[in-house]
């Protein structure tokens, strides 16, 4: 409890800002990007020799995702699916100002066992609207939301959120994504790392263990 109240003083503190760009260079042999989250600085490099092969078969390879992963590549037409490299520019470019949220959507299990830089750990099912998830709008409302007379959910003030899983054998980014849209977030603040974690460590970047 004690920790999602943290998370919770930490999302009040960003704002909204405009779409992702990014001028990183993914692919450059001294890859080195530095930033900052609440006064701490964190620097992504890539290991090399940590990098994945196509052609590997061993067990640390990742695994190859069947044929139903490809209905999670477009979540919705205006939600911005991301690479590496926009997913770096948006660490550097707003996260690093506090005017965007890199969000873990895994269990906090899965955080805790290695994360990307500067993200918070916000379940998936936190998103979901069940009589079981008593913070769903104290969330909602963290995140720019505030209900009408009618009792829906409008966003004068929303914040640019990049939401990741596992990959593209997980689910729980993209579900996060959807409940979000099922409350009326809009969608061209959302922004989709659909590789997520496997990805990220067969591309050799950092990771850090919170």
Known sequence: ?????????????????????????????????????????YSIQRDWDAVVSNNETNGNSPRICPPF?????????????????????FLVDYVSNGTGVLIDA?????????????????????????????????????L???????????FSDAQDLLLFCDGMTGIQAADAIRNLLAVNYPPEKLHFYRGGMISWTASGLTTTFP
Not at 69 to 89: F, R
Not at 116 to 123: K, T
Not at 144 to 153: F, I, L, Q
């Open 1 to 41: 409890m004690k920790k999602f109240a943290f998370l919770l003083a930490t999302l009040s503190a960003f704002s909204a800002f405009p779409a992702i760009a990014s001028n990183i260079e993914i692919n450059s042999a001294e890859l080195n990007i530095i930033y900052q989250v609440d006064g701490q600085t």
């Open 69 to 89: 992963c490809e209905k999670q590549l477009a979540i919705h037409e205006a939600v911005e699916t991301v690479e590496e490299e926009e997913l770096l520019g």
């Open 106 to 142: 895994r269990p906090e299990q899965a955080f805790q066992a290695g994360t990307i830089p500067g993200s918070i750990n916000l379940p998936h099912n936190l998103f979901t609207v069940t009589q079981e998830n008593v913070f769903h709008d104290s969330v909602i409302e963290l």
């Open 144 to 154: 720019g939301g505030a209900k009408s007379e009618t009792g829906e959910w409008v």
